[in-house]
Protein backbone atom coordinates (compact mmCIF):
# COMPACT_ATOMS: atom_id res chain seq x y z
CA UNK A 1 0.00 0.00 0.00
CA UNK A 2 1.21 3.28 -1.17
CA UNK A 3 2.01 6.34 1.74
CA UNK A 4 -0.83 8.07 -0.48
CA UNK A 5 -3.10 5.61 0.37
CA UNK A 6 -2.67 5.60 4.05
CA UNK A 7 -3.10 9.17 4.01
CA UNK A 8 -5.56 10.12 1.39
CA UNK A 9 -7.91 7.49 0.34
CA UNK A 10 -10.79 5.81 2.66
CA UNK A 11 -10.77 2.64 3.01
CA UNK A 12 -13.16 -0.23 1.92
CA UNK A 13 -13.73 -2.24 4.94
CA UNK A 14 -17.29 -2.44 5.45
CA UNK A 15 -19.06 -5.49 3.96
CA UNK A 16 -22.69 -6.39 3.18
CA UNK A 17 -23.46 -7.91 6.31
CA UNK A 18 -22.42 -4.69 7.90
CA UNK A 19 -24.19 -2.30 5.88
CA UNK A 20 -27.56 -4.73 5.59
CA UNK A 21 -27.42 -4.58 9.38
CA UNK A 22 -26.82 -0.59 9.62
CA UNK A 23 -29.91 0.06 7.22
CA UNK A 24 -31.87 -1.90 9.18
CA UNK A 25 -31.18 -0.53 12.75
CA UNK A 26 -30.19 2.71 11.28
CA UNK A 27 -34.15 4.03 11.42
CA UNK A 28 -34.45 2.45 14.91
CA UNK A 29 -33.55 4.60 17.68
CA UNK A 30 -34.72 6.81 20.34
CA UNK A 31 -37.22 7.81 17.64
CA UNK A 32 -38.96 5.02 18.09
CA UNK A 33 -38.02 3.66 21.39
CA UNK A 34 -38.56 7.22 23.32
CA UNK A 35 -40.33 9.43 20.53
CA UNK A 36 -43.47 6.85 19.63
CA UNK A 37 -44.66 7.82 23.27
CA UNK A 38 -45.64 11.32 22.68
CA UNK A 39 -46.52 10.73 19.23
CA UNK A 40 -48.96 8.46 19.98
CA UNK A 41 -50.53 10.81 22.47
CA UNK A 42 -50.96 13.41 19.60
CA UNK A 43 -52.24 11.15 16.89
CA UNK A 44 -53.57 8.21 19.14
CA UNK A 45 -53.86 5.33 16.74
CA UNK A 46 -53.78 7.44 13.97
CA UNK A 47 -50.07 7.62 14.44
CA UNK A 48 -50.00 4.43 12.21
CA UNK A 49 -50.92 6.14 9.21
CA UNK A 50 -48.10 8.79 9.98
CA UNK A 51 -45.64 6.24 9.85
CA UNK A 52 -46.80 4.57 7.18
CA UNK A 53 -47.13 7.95 5.16
CA UNK A 54 -43.78 9.21 6.34
CA UNK A 55 -42.08 5.58 5.59
CA UNK A 56 -43.32 5.84 1.69
CA UNK A 57 -42.02 9.36 1.41
CA UNK A 58 -38.27 8.24 3.23
CA UNK A 59 -38.53 5.43 0.85
CA UNK A 60 -38.59 7.53 -2.37
CA UNK A 61 -35.91 9.88 -1.12
CA UNK A 62 -33.91 6.62 -0.56
CA UNK A 63 -34.60 6.03 -4.32
CA UNK A 64 -33.21 9.21 -5.53
CA UNK A 65 -30.38 8.72 -3.35
CA UNK A 66 -29.96 5.26 -4.65
CA UNK A 67 -30.10 6.42 -8.27
CA UNK A 68 -26.85 8.44 -7.82
CA UNK A 69 -25.28 6.91 -5.05
CA UNK A 70 -25.00 3.54 -7.26
CA UNK A 71 -23.72 5.50 -10.12
CA UNK A 72 -21.46 7.63 -8.25
CA UNK A 73 -20.45 5.49 -4.19
CA UNK A 74 -18.53 8.84 -3.00
CA UNK A 75 -18.00 9.18 0.66
CA UNK A 76 -19.35 12.69 0.45
CA UNK A 77 -23.14 11.48 -0.85
CA UNK A 78 -25.56 14.06 -0.74
CA UNK A 79 -23.18 16.70 -0.04
CA UNK A 80 -21.27 15.83 -3.55
CA UNK A 81 -24.46 15.55 -5.56
CA UNK A 82 -26.18 18.65 -3.96
CA UNK A 83 -22.56 20.27 -5.60
CA UNK A 84 -22.18 18.84 -9.00
CA UNK A 85 -26.07 18.68 -9.62
CA UNK A 86 -27.31 22.62 -7.91
CA UNK A 87 -24.56 24.48 -6.79
CA UNK A 88 -21.41 24.45 -4.85
CA UNK A 89 -22.73 26.78 -2.35
CA UNK A 90 -25.78 23.79 -1.81
CA UNK A 91 -22.81 21.47 -1.92
CA UNK A 92 -21.67 22.99 0.98
CA UNK A 93 -24.61 24.04 3.08
CA UNK A 94 -25.54 20.21 2.64
CA UNK A 95 -22.57 18.89 3.92
CA UNK A 96 -22.00 21.22 7.34
CA UNK A 97 -26.08 21.05 7.99
CA UNK A 98 -25.53 17.44 7.73
CA UNK A 99 -22.83 17.38 9.94
CA UNK A 100 -24.48 19.58 12.56
CA UNK A 101 -27.83 18.25 12.33
CA UNK A 102 -25.62 14.83 13.80
CA UNK A 103 -23.90 16.84 16.08
CA UNK A 104 -27.63 17.77 17.77
CA UNK A 105 -28.71 14.08 17.37
CA UNK A 106 -26.04 12.79 18.93
CA UNK A 107 -26.54 15.02 21.98
CA UNK A 108 -29.63 13.61 22.75
CA UNK A 109 -27.94 10.50 22.25
CA UNK A 110 -25.32 11.04 25.02
CA UNK A 111 -27.71 12.15 26.96
CA UNK A 112 -30.26 9.46 26.77
CA UNK A 113 -27.12 7.32 27.34
CA UNK A 114 -27.13 8.98 31.08
CA UNK A 115 -30.77 8.70 31.61
CA UNK A 116 -31.08 4.89 30.96
CA UNK A 117 -27.26 3.92 33.14
CA UNK A 118 -29.54 5.83 35.90
CA UNK A 119 -31.81 3.12 35.96
CA UNK A 120 -28.98 0.58 37.47
CA UNK A 121 -26.68 3.39 39.09
CA UNK A 122 -29.20 5.76 40.84
CA UNK A 123 -27.35 8.92 41.77
CA UNK A 124 -24.34 8.52 39.71
CA UNK A 125 -24.17 12.41 37.88
CA UNK A 126 -25.48 12.12 34.03
CA UNK A 127 -22.86 13.85 32.63
CA UNK A 128 -20.40 11.09 33.44
CA UNK A 129 -22.06 8.41 31.85
CA UNK A 130 -22.66 10.96 28.57
CA UNK A 131 -19.38 11.87 28.93
CA UNK A 132 -18.30 7.81 29.29
CA UNK A 133 -20.63 6.96 25.72
CA UNK A 134 -19.07 9.72 23.99
CA UNK A 135 -15.01 8.83 24.73
CA UNK A 136 -16.39 5.17 23.97
CA UNK A 137 -17.89 5.95 20.51
CA UNK A 138 -15.28 7.98 19.11
CA UNK A 139 -12.59 5.41 20.23
CA UNK A 140 -14.34 2.54 18.16
CA UNK A 141 -14.83 5.33 15.19
CA UNK A 142 -10.72 6.03 15.25
CA UNK A 143 -9.79 2.69 15.43
CA UNK A 144 -10.99 1.26 11.71
CA UNK A 145 -14.11 1.28 9.67
CA UNK A 146 -14.77 -2.19 10.35
CA UNK A 147 -14.35 -1.97 13.88
CA UNK A 148 -17.20 0.20 13.58
CA UNK A 149 -19.02 -1.99 11.04
CA UNK A 150 -18.51 -4.24 13.67
CA UNK A 151 -20.13 -2.56 16.49
CA UNK A 152 -22.86 -1.41 14.15
CA UNK A 153 -23.76 -4.76 13.40
CA UNK A 154 -24.42 -6.01 16.80
CA UNK A 155 -25.91 -2.85 17.99
CA UNK A 156 -28.06 -3.13 15.08
CA UNK A 157 -28.90 -6.98 15.96
CA UNK A 158 -29.90 -6.12 19.80
CA UNK A 159 -32.50 -3.71 18.01
CA UNK A 160 -34.18 -6.02 15.74
CA UNK A 161 -34.24 -9.34 17.60
CA UNK A 162 -35.77 -7.10 20.74
CA UNK A 163 -38.64 -5.90 18.22
CA UNK A 164 -39.46 -9.18 16.30
CA UNK A 165 -39.47 -10.87 19.68
CA UNK A 166 -41.87 -8.45 21.04
CA UNK A 167 -43.84 -8.42 17.96
CA UNK A 168 -44.35 -12.31 17.61
CA UNK A 169 -45.01 -12.58 21.52
CA UNK A 170 -47.80 -9.63 20.99
CA UNK A 171 -49.37 -11.14 18.39
CA UNK A 172 -49.60 -14.70 20.83
CA UNK A 173 -51.43 -12.17 23.32
CA UNK A 174 -53.41 -10.59 20.61
CA UNK A 175 -54.84 -13.47 18.75
CA UNK A 176 -54.47 -16.57 21.23
CA UNK A 177 -54.68 -14.88 24.65
CA UNK A 178 -50.74 -15.41 25.50
CA UNK A 179 -50.00 -13.59 28.99
CA UNK A 180 -53.99 -13.15 29.58
CA UNK A 181 -55.65 -15.82 30.44
CA UNK A 182 -56.52 -17.33 27.32
CA UNK A 183 -58.52 -14.55 26.43
CA UNK A 184 -57.27 -12.65 23.01
CA UNK A 185 -56.60 -9.08 23.00
CA UNK A 186 -57.98 -8.72 19.62
CA UNK A 187 -57.48 -4.81 17.66
CA UNK A 188 -60.56 -3.18 19.16
CA UNK A 189 -58.14 -0.80 21.26
CA UNK A 190 -57.25 0.62 18.02
CA UNK A 191 -60.47 2.51 17.71
CA UNK A 192 -62.75 2.04 20.87
CA UNK A 193 -60.91 4.76 23.16
CA UNK A 194 -62.15 7.97 21.05
CA UNK A 195 -61.42 6.33 17.30
CA UNK A 196 -59.08 5.64 15.17
CA UNK A 197 -58.32 9.65 15.20
CA UNK A 198 -59.08 10.60 18.85
CA UNK A 199 -57.38 13.90 18.17
CA UNK A 200 -59.03 14.70 14.89
CA UNK A 201 -56.55 15.36 11.32
CA UNK A 202 -54.35 18.18 13.52
CA UNK A 203 -53.09 15.61 16.16
CA UNK A 204 -52.46 13.17 13.49
CA UNK A 205 -50.19 16.39 11.60
CA UNK A 206 -48.72 17.60 14.70
CA UNK A 207 -47.05 14.66 15.14
CA UNK A 208 -45.05 14.00 11.65
CA UNK A 209 -42.25 16.17 13.63
CA UNK A 210 -41.46 13.38 16.15
CA UNK A 211 -42.31 10.36 13.28
CA UNK A 212 -39.77 12.65 10.72
CA UNK A 213 -36.91 12.48 13.25
CA UNK A 214 -37.63 8.66 14.15
CA UNK A 215 -36.69 8.32 10.79
CA UNK A 216 -33.84 10.53 10.39
CA UNK A 217 -30.34 8.07 9.77
CA UNK A 218 -31.98 5.95 7.09
CA UNK A 219 -29.95 8.43 4.36
CA UNK A 220 -26.89 7.39 6.34
CA UNK A 221 -26.25 4.28 4.15
CA UNK A 222 -25.15 6.96 1.53
CA UNK A 223 -22.77 8.15 3.39
CA UNK A 224 -20.92 4.40 3.75
CA UNK A 225 -21.16 4.01 0.07
CA UNK A 226 -17.27 5.40 -0.41
CA UNK A 227 -16.01 2.58 2.01
CA UNK A 228 -18.05 0.03 1.14
CA UNK A 229 -16.42 -3.08 -0.73
CA UNK A 230 -19.46 -3.60 -3.60
CA UNK A 231 -21.85 -0.19 -3.36
CA UNK A 232 -23.61 -1.40 -6.64
CA UNK A 233 -24.79 -4.72 -4.55
CA UNK A 234 -24.95 -3.51 -1.23
CA UNK A 235 -26.42 0.05 -1.62
CA UNK A 236 -29.53 -1.65 -3.71
CA UNK A 237 -30.20 -3.79 -1.41
CA UNK A 238 -30.51 -1.61 1.66
CA UNK A 239 -32.32 0.75 -0.29
CA UNK A 240 -35.04 -1.86 -1.99
CA UNK A 241 -35.70 -3.32 1.85
CA UNK A 242 -36.15 0.44 3.36
CA UNK A 243 -39.88 0.57 3.52
CA UNK A 244 -40.65 -2.74 4.13
CA UNK A 245 -38.37 -2.74 7.27
CA UNK A 246 -40.60 0.49 8.34
CA UNK A 247 -43.80 -1.48 7.69
CA UNK A 248 -42.31 -4.70 10.35
CA UNK A 249 -40.28 -2.54 12.79
CA UNK A 250 -42.36 0.48 12.85
CA UNK A 251 -45.93 0.07 12.33
CA UNK A 252 -46.17 -3.60 13.07
CA UNK A 253 -44.25 -2.76 16.70
CA UNK A 254 -46.86 -0.45 17.45
CA UNK A 255 -49.87 -2.26 16.16
CA UNK A 256 -48.92 -4.67 18.50
CA UNK A 257 -48.63 -1.99 21.75
CA UNK A 258 -52.01 -0.17 20.76
CA UNK A 259 -53.87 -3.62 20.34
CA UNK A 260 -52.24 -4.67 23.72
CA UNK A 261 -52.91 -1.08 25.38
CA UNK A 262 -55.03 1.58 24.74
CA UNK A 263 -53.41 4.25 23.60
CA UNK A 264 -54.19 7.06 26.24
CA UNK A 265 -52.27 4.51 28.87
CA UNK A 266 -49.28 4.58 27.03
CA UNK A 267 -46.26 6.57 28.25
CA UNK A 268 -47.71 6.87 31.33
CA UNK A 269 -46.07 3.95 33.23
CA UNK A 270 -42.49 4.15 31.54
CA UNK A 271 -41.76 3.10 27.67
CA UNK A 272 -44.61 1.40 25.77
CA UNK A 273 -41.89 -1.53 25.13
CA UNK A 274 -41.30 -1.92 28.80
CA UNK A 275 -45.08 -2.10 29.09
CA UNK A 276 -45.46 -4.46 26.93
CA UNK A 277 -42.87 -7.27 28.18
CA UNK A 278 -44.22 -6.72 31.77
CA UNK A 279 -47.59 -7.10 30.44
CA UNK A 280 -46.52 -10.41 29.05
CA UNK A 281 -44.76 -11.69 31.99
CA UNK A 282 -41.06 -11.47 31.21
CA UNK A 283 -39.31 -11.25 34.66
CA UNK A 284 -36.62 -8.36 34.51
CA UNK A 285 -38.33 -7.09 31.32
CA UNK A 286 -37.91 -3.56 32.77
CA UNK A 287 -34.19 -4.27 32.92
CA UNK A 288 -34.07 -6.00 29.66
CA UNK A 289 -35.64 -2.97 27.55
CA UNK A 290 -33.49 -0.86 29.58
CA UNK A 291 -30.56 -2.62 27.83
CA UNK A 292 -31.54 -2.31 24.35
CA UNK A 293 -32.55 1.08 24.69
CA UNK A 294 -29.18 1.69 26.00
CA UNK A 295 -27.57 -0.36 22.83
CA UNK A 296 -29.81 2.27 20.72
CA UNK A 297 -28.39 5.13 21.62
CA UNK A 298 -25.00 4.20 21.48
CA UNK A 299 -25.54 3.13 18.18
CA UNK A 300 -26.66 6.51 17.23
CA UNK A 301 -24.36 7.98 18.53
CA UNK A 302 -21.73 5.46 16.78
CA UNK A 303 -23.58 6.43 13.33
CA UNK A 304 -23.34 9.95 14.38
CA UNK A 305 -19.77 10.01 14.58
CA UNK A 306 -18.91 8.17 11.45
CA UNK A 307 -21.20 10.58 9.43
CA UNK A 308 -20.14 14.00 11.02
CA UNK A 309 -16.18 12.65 10.43
CA UNK A 310 -17.15 11.84 6.80
CA UNK A 311 -18.63 14.88 6.32
CA UNK A 312 -15.63 16.83 7.52
CA UNK A 313 -13.54 14.66 5.20
CA UNK A 314 -15.34 15.65 2.55
CA UNK A 315 -15.70 18.88 3.44
CA UNK A 316 -12.26 19.46 3.41
CA UNK A 317 -11.28 17.58 0.01
CA UNK A 318 -13.48 20.24 -1.56
CA UNK A 319 -11.59 23.27 -0.07
CA UNK A 320 -14.27 24.16 2.28
CA UNK A 321 -13.36 22.79 5.51
CA UNK A 322 -9.48 22.74 7.63
CA UNK A 323 -7.27 21.37 5.09
CA UNK A 324 -6.22 19.07 8.01
CA UNK A 325 -9.37 17.26 8.09
CA UNK A 326 -8.80 15.06 4.53
CA UNK A 327 -6.11 13.15 6.30
CA UNK A 328 -6.59 9.91 6.84
CA UNK A 329 -5.22 7.70 9.81
CA UNK A 330 -3.04 4.61 9.07
CA UNK A 331 -5.84 2.85 9.70
CA UNK A 332 -8.24 4.63 7.41
CA UNK A 333 -10.28 6.79 8.77
CA UNK A 334 -10.40 10.63 9.13
CA UNK A 335 -8.98 10.85 12.38
CA UNK A 336 -8.92 14.60 12.72
CA UNK A 337 -12.80 15.27 11.97
CA UNK A 338 -13.72 12.93 14.12
CA UNK A 339 -11.49 13.92 17.40
CA UNK A 340 -13.38 17.55 16.06
CA UNK A 341 -17.05 16.50 15.96
CA UNK A 342 -16.44 14.15 19.33
CA UNK A 343 -15.31 17.92 20.99
CA UNK A 344 -18.08 19.69 19.63
CA UNK A 345 -20.60 16.69 20.69
CA UNK A 346 -19.11 17.90 24.37
CA UNK A 347 -21.54 20.97 24.52
CA UNK A 348 -24.52 18.38 24.71
CA UNK A 349 -23.41 17.62 27.67
CA UNK A 350 -23.66 21.41 29.25
CA UNK A 351 -26.85 21.66 27.56
CA UNK A 352 -28.27 19.03 29.81
CA UNK A 353 -26.92 20.46 32.50
CA UNK A 354 -28.51 23.45 31.68
CA UNK A 355 -31.83 23.12 30.21
CA UNK A 356 -32.54 18.95 31.40
CA UNK A 357 -36.26 19.55 30.79
CA UNK A 358 -35.88 21.12 27.43
CA UNK A 359 -32.89 19.17 25.75
CA UNK A 360 -35.11 16.39 23.87
CA UNK A 361 -38.23 18.49 22.64
CA UNK A 362 -35.32 21.19 21.17
CA UNK A 363 -32.70 18.91 20.02
CA UNK A 364 -35.08 16.74 17.97
CA UNK A 365 -37.09 19.70 16.74
CA UNK A 366 -33.54 21.11 15.29
CA UNK A 367 -32.17 17.91 14.14
CA UNK A 368 -36.05 17.05 12.16
CA UNK A 369 -35.11 20.50 10.36
CA UNK A 370 -31.61 20.35 9.37
CA UNK A 371 -33.25 16.62 7.90
CA UNK A 372 -35.96 18.01 6.43
CA UNK A 373 -32.74 20.08 4.59
CA UNK A 374 -30.87 17.02 3.30
CA UNK A 375 -34.16 15.07 2.22
CA UNK A 376 -34.80 17.91 -0.15
CA UNK A 377 -31.03 18.48 -1.15
CA UNK A 378 -31.53 14.83 -2.07
CA UNK A 379 -34.41 14.95 -3.89
CA UNK A 380 -33.43 18.11 -5.68
CA UNK A 381 -29.87 17.22 -6.35
CA UNK A 382 -31.56 13.48 -8.57
CA UNK A 383 -34.09 15.93 -10.44
CA UNK A 384 -31.65 18.19 -11.47
CA UNK A 385 -28.92 15.22 -12.34
CA UNK A 386 -31.99 13.50 -14.36
CA UNK A 387 -32.17 16.78 -16.37
CA UNK A 388 -28.65 16.38 -17.43
CA UNK A 389 -29.09 12.71 -19.02
CA UNK A 390 -30.21 12.07 -22.40
CA UNK A 391 -32.84 9.51 -22.74
CA UNK A 392 -30.59 6.62 -23.43
CA UNK A 393 -28.86 7.30 -20.09
CA UNK A 394 -31.86 7.39 -18.73
CA UNK A 395 -33.13 4.06 -19.69
CA UNK A 396 -29.49 2.66 -18.72
CA UNK A 397 -29.88 3.99 -14.96
CA UNK A 398 -28.35 0.83 -13.07
CA UNK A 399 -30.99 1.70 -10.15
CA UNK A 400 -34.15 4.35 -10.87
CA UNK A 401 -36.29 6.40 -9.02
CA UNK A 402 -39.96 5.04 -9.61
CA UNK A 403 -42.68 7.54 -11.07
CA UNK A 404 -39.76 10.14 -11.51
CA UNK A 405 -40.19 13.42 -11.06
CA UNK A 406 -43.64 12.94 -9.79
CA UNK A 407 -42.82 10.99 -6.71
CA UNK A 408 -39.99 13.68 -6.33
CA UNK A 409 -42.25 16.73 -6.44
CA UNK A 410 -44.94 14.72 -4.14
CA UNK A 411 -41.86 14.08 -1.54
CA UNK A 412 -40.54 17.61 -1.93
CA UNK A 413 -43.93 19.21 -0.84
CA UNK A 414 -44.40 16.86 2.20
CA UNK A 415 -41.35 17.91 3.47
CA UNK A 416 -42.28 21.68 3.30
CA UNK A 417 -45.72 20.39 4.93
CA UNK A 418 -43.58 19.10 8.05
CA UNK A 419 -41.10 22.29 8.29
CA UNK A 420 -44.85 24.38 8.43
CA UNK A 421 -46.01 21.68 10.81
CA UNK A 422 -42.63 22.79 13.28
CA UNK A 423 -43.96 26.05 13.98
CA UNK A 424 -47.21 25.13 15.69
CA UNK A 425 -45.94 23.90 18.64
CA UNK A 426 -43.71 26.02 21.19
CA UNK A 427 -41.24 23.36 21.86
CA UNK A 428 -40.82 22.80 18.15
CA UNK A 429 -40.84 26.16 17.23
CA UNK A 430 -37.31 26.73 18.11
CA UNK A 431 -36.20 24.51 15.32
CA UNK A 432 -37.41 27.37 12.73
CA UNK A 433 -35.04 29.97 14.36
CA UNK A 434 -32.05 28.15 14.95
CA UNK A 435 -32.31 26.16 12.15
CA UNK A 436 -32.50 29.24 9.07
CA UNK A 437 -29.77 30.99 11.59
CA UNK A 438 -27.30 28.48 11.14
CA UNK A 439 -27.87 28.30 7.37
CA UNK A 440 -27.37 32.15 7.28
CA UNK A 441 -24.20 32.03 9.28
CA UNK A 442 -22.83 29.01 6.82
CA UNK A 443 -23.93 31.45 3.58
CA UNK A 444 -21.64 34.36 5.62
CA UNK A 445 -18.63 32.09 5.93
CA UNK A 446 -19.13 31.00 2.47
CA UNK A 447 -18.60 34.42 0.88
CA UNK A 448 -16.33 35.99 3.55
CA UNK A 449 -13.73 33.37 3.04
CA UNK A 450 -14.16 33.63 -0.46
CA UNK A 451 -14.96 29.53 -1.19
CA UNK A 452 -17.54 31.44 -3.84
CA UNK A 453 -14.87 32.55 -6.19
CA UNK A 454 -12.61 29.14 -5.67
CA UNK A 455 -15.69 27.12 -6.44
CA UNK A 456 -16.24 29.44 -9.81
CA UNK A 457 -14.11 26.92 -12.14
CA UNK A 458 -15.85 23.85 -10.42
CA UNK A 459 -19.19 25.29 -10.67
CA UNK A 460 -18.19 25.62 -14.73
CA UNK A 461 -17.67 21.57 -14.76
CA UNK A 462 -19.36 20.29 -12.47
CA UNK A 463 -22.47 18.91 -15.43
CA UNK A 464 -20.19 16.84 -17.15
CA UNK A 465 -18.06 15.72 -13.62
CA UNK A 466 -21.31 14.96 -11.98
CA UNK A 467 -22.40 12.10 -14.79
CA UNK A 468 -19.56 10.56 -15.92
CA UNK A 469 -16.92 10.42 -13.02
CA UNK A 470 -14.95 7.83 -12.03
CA UNK A 471 -16.38 6.83 -8.24
CA UNK A 472 -12.54 5.16 -7.84
CA UNK A 473 -11.42 8.75 -8.50
CA UNK A 474 -13.14 10.98 -5.67
CA UNK A 475 -11.90 8.42 -2.57
Known amino acids: M ?3 TQTNELQRGLEQRHITLMSLGAAIGVGLFLGSASAIKLAGPGILLAYALGGLIIFFIMRALGEMAIENPVAGSFSRYARNHISPLFGYLTGWNYWFLWIITCMAEITAVGIYM ?21 AINLIAVKAYGEFEFWFALIKIVTIIGMIVIGAGMIFFGLGNGGIAVGFSNLWSHGGFLPNGVTGLLLSFQMVMFAYLGVEMIGVTAGEAQNPEKTLAKAIDTVFWRILIFYIGALVVIMSIYPWDEIGKAGSPFVMTFEKIGIPGAAGIINFVVLTAALSSC ?14 AQQGEAPDSFRKVSKTGVPGKAIVVSAVALLIGVILNYIVPEKVFAWVTSIATFGAVWTWAMILISQMRYRKKLSPDQVRNLKYKMPLAPYTSYISLAFLLLVIVLLGFSEDTRVALIVGPIWLIALVVVYYSRGYHRKNALSEKNSDSAGININPQSEL
Open 302 to 315: NSGIFSTGRMLFNL
Open 118 to 138: EYWFPGTPRWLWALGALVLMS
Open 2 to 4: SKK
